[in-house]
T-cell receptor, first 113, second 114 residues
Framework: SQTIHQWPATLVQPVGSPLSLECTVE??????LYWYRQAAGRGLQLLFY??????ISSEVPQNLSASRPQDRQFILSSKKLLLSDSGFYLC????????????FGSGTRLTVV | AQSVTQPDIHITVSEGASLELRCNYS??????LFWYVQSPGQGLQLLLK??????LVQGIKGFEAEFKRSQSSFNLRKPSVHWSDAAEYFC????????????FGKGTKLTVNP
C-alpha cells in the first residue's frame, strides 16, 4: 500500500534561518507531488507541484522553493525565513492520470519567531 | 481561473441534527469538485468527489453532496450529525489537465453540541 511521510511535525525557527521540509511517498512510482500551505482563516494555498523528477511548477511567488531530487521525494526549502512563512505545510500526492486521488501527509506546523 | 467560496466560516449544530455546508465555485468548464475533512493538526481526508454523471454523490461517513450547475454549487449534507463530525470542512475544485491541481475554499469549521 502507498504511504506518505512528512517531517518534521513541528518546527520553530528564527527569522532569517533556512528551512528544509521533506516529504516522501512509498509504494508508488511517478506520483504527482504537491506542497500546500494552510494559514488560519485562509484555507489551503497551493505553493508548488511536480509531475516528474526535476519538474517544479510554482504557484505563488515568494521566498520558498521546491525540489524533487528523486521520484518520490519532494523538498520545500527557504534560504531565509520570514515571519509570514509561519503556517501549516501539507504535502500531498496523486497517482496522476486524472484520478485526483489526493493523499495528504500529516503536515508540518512551522512557527517563525 | 477557478475559485471556491464557502460562505460560512463557522457552523454549530446539535448532535442528531441535519447539516448542510455550502460551497460555490467558479470555473469555466465542467468542474471536478471535492469535499475534504480535516481534524485539528491533521492532514485532509477525502469525503467525496464529483466528476460527472449523477449529480448526487455519496461519500464516506454518511455524507452526500449535490452538484447544481445552475447555482454553481456543491453543498455537503448529512442527515444526522455525530459528535465525531466536529472538524473543518473544505470544498475544492480541480483544474482539468495533467497537473490535477486543486483550489480550496477557506473552510467551514463545524462544532457539534451534545
Amino acid at each position: 500500500s502507498q504511504t506518505i511521510h512528512q517531517w518534521p511535525a513541528t518546527l520553530v525557527q528564527p527569522v532569517g534561518s533556512p528551512l528544509s521540509l521533506e516529504c516522501t511517498v512509498e509504494g508508488t512510482s511517478n506520483p504527482n507531488l504537491y506542497w500546500y500551505r494552510q494559514a488560519a482563516g485562509r484555507g489551503l494555498q497551493l505553493l508548488f507541484y511536480s509531475v516528474g523528477i526535476g519538474q517544479i511548477s510554482s504557484e505563488v511567488p515568494q521566498n520558498l522553493s521546491a525540489s524533487r531530487p528523486q521520484d518520490r521525494q519532494f523538498i520545500l526549502s527557504s534560504k531565509k525565513l520570514l515571519l509570514s512563512d509561519s503556517g501549516f505545510y501539507l504535502c500531498a500526492w496523486t497517482p496522476g492520470g486524472g484520478d485526483y486521488g489526493y493523499t495528504f501527509g500529516s503536515g508540518t506546523r512551522l512557527t517563525v519567531v | 481561473a477557478q475559485s471556491v467560496t464557502q460562505p460560512d466560516i463557522h457552523i454549530t449544530v446539535s448532535e442528531g441534527a441535519s447539516l448542510e455546508l455550502r460551497c460555490n465555485y467558479s470555473y469555466g468548464a465542467t468542474p471536478y469538485l471535492f469535499w475534504y475533512v480535516q481534524s485539528p493538526g491533521q492532514g485532509l481526508q477525502l469525503l467525496l468527489k464529483y466528476f460527472s454523471g449523477d449529480t448526487l454523490v455519496q461519500g464516506i461517513k454518511g455524507f452526500e453532496a449535490e452538484f447544481k450547475r445552475s447555482q454553481s454549487s456543491f453543498n455537503l449534507r448529512k442527515p444526522s450529525v455525530h459528535w465525531s463530525d466536529a472538524a473543518e470542512y473544505f470544498c475544492a475544485v480541480g483544474a482539468q489537465g495533467g497537473s490535477e491541481k486543486l483550489v480550496f475554499g477557506k473552510g467551514t469549521k463545524l462544532t457539534v453540541n451534545p
